[in-house]
């Protein structure tokens, strides 16, 4: 059994935050195997020991063949915004009529997220519970760029952690429960061995 998550937004940090929620899935699920998707290449995440997988497609900007493909296919859809939210309009201008709505997640924000947040339900009536956020680390994007995402992480769970972090991973751990729930959804409807997918 696959599951197929594709994110889509601009590339600047879509990419970086999409592979720190697939490091939370290995984490919270590690009999499942975790897989990544990016530039016609897979990668092995996470092996896990069970035949079931988590599939998560990096569609870049959504431009191409292929991504356009992922993204129509795919189980789950998030849609990366960044703090400006340049994409969102044209994405919902675009959408299809009936499309399920994507987990919306705002990244590399700066400071408070009060106003984005305003913005969002206001103007482009998007509630706060299909919202995820992971505000700017400079950190974990150092260790991103170097290939060491997942020291980051296993680092901040081995108690190595300061203030700055501790804000990021409440952010990063509740954009993951969104993730979550959705991937639980697909679960029930499918009753895949009639358990859950995610012990809470």
């Given at each position: 059994m696959s599951i197929k998550i594709a994110f889509c937004g601009e590339t600047e940090g879509n990419t970086a935050n999409m592979?720190?929620?697939?490091w939370m899935?290995?984490?919270?699920?590690?009999?499942?195997?975790?897989?990544v998707e990016r530039r016609e290449k897979r990668y092995i995440l996470w092996k896990g020991v069970s035949k079931q997988q988590l599939l998560f497609l990096d569609c870049g900007e959504g431009k191409t063949r292929r991504a356009k493909k992922y993204w129509k296919e795919a189980d789950i859809r998030v849609?990366?915004?960044?703090?400006e939210q340049k994409n969102l309009e044209q994405y919902l201008l675009c959408k299809t009529p009936g499309e399920e709505s994507p987990l919306f997640l705002v990244g590399n924000y700066h400071g408070e997220k009060k106003e984005i947040k305003s913005c969002l339900k206001n103007f482009y009536r998007i509630e706060e519970e299909n919202v995820g956020w992971l505000p700017y680390n400079n950190e974990y994007a150092y260790a991103f760029e170097r290939g060491k995402a997942a020291q980051f992480i296993r680092r901040y769970y081995r108690g190595e952690r300061t203030e700055h972090d501790r804000r990021f991973f409440?952010?990063?751990?509740?954009?993951?429960f969104l993730l979550q729930k959705k991937l639980e959804t697909i679960e029930n409807d499918q009753k895949i061995g009639g358990n859950h997918l995610w012990n809470r």
């Open positions: 592979f720190s929620l697939a899935a290995a984490l919270q699920k590690p009999a499942w195997a975790v897989l849609l990366y915004i960044n703090p409440e952010e990063l751990e509740h954009s993951f």
